[in-house]
C-alpha cells in the first residue's frame, strides 16, 4: 500500500441510497479490505488490553505489515482496521497510529461497549482522531440504543453491529432492524453477512435503505472455493444492489483454520460469472471506498 493521505469515514448523505458515479468509480478504483484486524506484539508501546497478553493471541503478532505482506499477492491497495474487542477492548492506539503510517490507505473503525451506550460522549476522543465508524456486539445491542444512536447521528458516525450466527438465530438480525426502521439517518454496516450466510435472513433489510451488509469471514459459513459465499453474494447484490455490498478478508482470524484460503475468498468474488463487473468493483472496493475513505 502506498502512502497517500488520511484515511477518514465519509460525511454521508441522508439519503443512502446514493450511486458511486461509474465515471467516478472508473477512475478512482482500488481494491479495498474492509475487515481486517490488527495488533502489535509488544503490549508497552501501545494501549492494549492486558486480559489477553500478546503470547495468548492466535497469532500472537499480526502487524500492519504483516497485512501487508499477506497481501501482496492480490491487488487490495487500501484496508479498513477493525478492532478486535476481546482481545484489546476498545482501545485503537495501533489502529490510529497505522493510518499515520500509511495515510488514505488506512481507514480506523472504533469499537462501542457498555460504557460508551451509556456515556456517548466517550466517543469524542475518537472521533477527534478521524473515527466515524463503530463496531458493537451483538450482547450490547439489547441495552437502550437510544442515546448512542441519536449520538452517532449527530456524529455523522456509522454503526457496526457484529452478530455471531448464534445471536443471528437469536433476534440479533431482528433487533438490527428495529434499530434501522427507527434511526433511518444512521447508517448499519452488519459484519459477516450478518453473522447468517443466508439470503432468506437477510432479505428483511432490503427495505432499510440505510443499511449494508459485509462480505466477510467466509469461514463461518463456507470452504474453499466458497461457492455458497459467492452465490450468496451474487443474490445479495440482486435484491440490495452491489452498492450495500463490501468484501472483507477477517484477517488473520480467518485463517487461523488452515482449511480457509484468503486468495481464494477474494477471487471468488472477483471470478464471480454472475457478477457484471462493475458489481465486482463495488464490492471489492467502491462500496468501502465512498463509505470509510471519501
Not at 490510529?96 to 460508551?116: H, N, R
Not at 478478508?249 to 462493475?278: C, G, K, M, W
Amino acid at each position: 500500500m502506498q502512502r497517500v493521505g488520511v484515511g477518514s469515514i465519509a460525511r454521508l448523505s441522508k439519503d443512502f441510497n446514493i450511486k458511486f458515479e461509474r465515471r467516478k468509480l472508473k477512475n478512482q478504483f482500488r481494491f479495498i479490505d474492509s475487515h481486517c484486524h490488527l495488533w502489535p506484539q509488544s503490549v508497552d508501546e501501545f494501549k492494549t488490553s492486558t486480559a489477553i497478553m500478546p503470547n495468548d493471541r492466535i497469532p500472537n503478532d499480526y502487524s500492519i505489515e504483516a497485512h501487508i505482506n499477506r497481501l501482496e499477492s492480490l491487488p487490495i491497495k487500501a484496508t479498513v482496521i477493525v478492532p478486535h474487542i476481546a482481545y484489546y477492548g476498545r482501545q485503537i492506539d495501533y489502529a490510529l497510529w497505522c493510518a499515520k503510517q500509511y495515510p488514505g490507505d488506512c481507514a480506523v473503525m472504533g469499537a462501542i461497549t457498555k460504557s460508551e451506550i451509556e456515556n456517548p460522549q466517550i466517543l469524542l476522543d475518537d472521533i477527534s482522531n478521524g473515527v466515524r465508524s463503530f463496531r458493537i456486539r451483538g450482547i450490547d445491542l439489547i441495552r437502550p440504543m437510544d442515546s448512542i444512536c441519536e449520538f452517532l447521528i449527530s456524529s455523522s458516525c456509522v454503526l457496526c453491529p457484529l452478530l455471531t450466527p448464534q445471536q443471528s438465530q437469536d433476534g440479533g438480525l431482528i433487533r438490527v432492524a428495529e434499530l434501522a426502521k427507527k434511526y433511518s439517518n444512521l447508517l448499519f454496516i452488519l459484519d459477516h453477512f450478518g453473522g447468517d450466510c443466508c439470503v432468506d435472513s437477510l432479505r428483511k433489510f432490503t427495505q432499510f435503505p440505510n443499511v449494508a451488509i459485509k462480505i466477510s469471514d467466509f469461514g463461518s459459513f463456507d470452504f474453499p472455493p466458497y461457492d455458497h459465499a459467492a452465490a450468496v453474494t451474487v443474490e445479495l447484490s440482486k435484491i440490495f444492489g452491489a452498492d450495500r455490498l463490501m468484501w472483507g478478508s477477517n484477517n488473520p482470524v480467518f485463517e487461523i483454520d488452515s482449511q480457509q484460503n484468503l486468495t481464494q475468498a477474494f477471487r471468488a468474488i472477483q471470478h464471480a460469472e454472475e457478477l457484471s463487473e462493475y458489481d465486482k468493483k463495488l464490492i471489492l472496493g467502491g462500496t468501502a471506498e465512498r463509505i470509510f475513505f471519501l
